[in-house]
């Protein structure tokens, strides 16, 4: 059975700095784009990062600057570097990989930026 499992999540000050980690296992990792989406309370779910199987990353106005996604082949592992944190990062972020019909989801992990 495929897994997507996150971690690195907690509670950050604003202006810090966290960095999320999704292991993969059970699939071709190198073959899948790799994204991050974030969903806040009451709201819909949304990308934030995303990487594709050839390395080209792409973001939103909302977090491009602040944010670095980053994915090791070897590991299998996907990353998202979070730097200059605001309260309205606040949310749970997902791993997703997708390839062709295949597309799947972690559990997802709470970032909360509050003082």
């Known amino acids: 059975q495929v897994q997507l499992v996150e971690s690195g999540g907690g509670l950050v000050q604003p202006g810090g700095s966290l960095r999320l980690s999704c292991a993969a296992s059970?699939?071709?990792?190198?073959?899948?784009?790799m994204g991050w989406y974030r969903q806040a309370p009451g709201k819909q779910r949304e990308l934030v990062a995303a990487i594709s199987s050839g390395g080209s990353t792409n973001y939103p106005d909302s977090v491009k600057g602040r944010f670095t996604i980053s994915r090791d082949n070897v590991k299998n592992t996907v990353y998202l570097q979070m730097s200059s944190l605001k309260p309205e990062d606040t949310a749970v972020y997902y791993c997703?990989?997708?390839?062709?019909?295949?597309?799947?989801w972690g559990q997802g992990t709470q970032v909360t930026v509050s003082l």
């Open positions: 059970r699939i071709m990792f190198s073959f899948y784009n």
């Open positions: 997703n990989a997708r390839h062709g019909p295949y597309d799947y």
